[in-house]
């Protein structure tokens, strides 16, 4: 009786764990260019905005180029999600840090995942990045300053 009560434990336990790694920001993520109609990623910047306030999570915002990496990323830094801290990284210039407002957050993620093409893939150059621009919400940790 007490070996089936543990292995019933147990296999709860493992749920409950795989339940909790099903995090509902964890599928947040996008590609430039897309196929996404203007109403669709509005409603996805609202719903990266709602998960940026509720969840220790940041958003991330990637793009490749010729000249390297650079990476802007969104961290709330109030408890009602009206600031952020604003981070850019250009492996020409390192990182920028600013203060910017959830309204220029909104603005600024509707107007990078609404392009037409990825910056990544801008053709000006005689070899352009083949890889497209990507989007997504990660643990705050893991967007630390690298």
Known sequence: MSSEHERQRSRLRS????QSSDAPW???EL???NERS????VTFVECVLVELTHEEVG???VSTNVW???RTQFIPIDDNGEMFRKRHYDERLGWHESTVSRR???EDLITRLTRSSSQATDRSHDVPVNNPDTFSV???RKLQMR
């Open 15 to 18: 749920e409950q764990i795989e």
């Open 26 to 28: 964890a599928d947040l």
């Open 31 to 33: 590609t430039v260019p």
């Open 38 to 41: 203007q109403l669709s990623i």
């Open 59 to 61: 958003a991330e915002y």
């Open 68 to 70: 390297g990496a650079k």
């Open 104 to 106: 220029a957050v909104r």
């Open 138 to 140: 990660k643990p705050a």
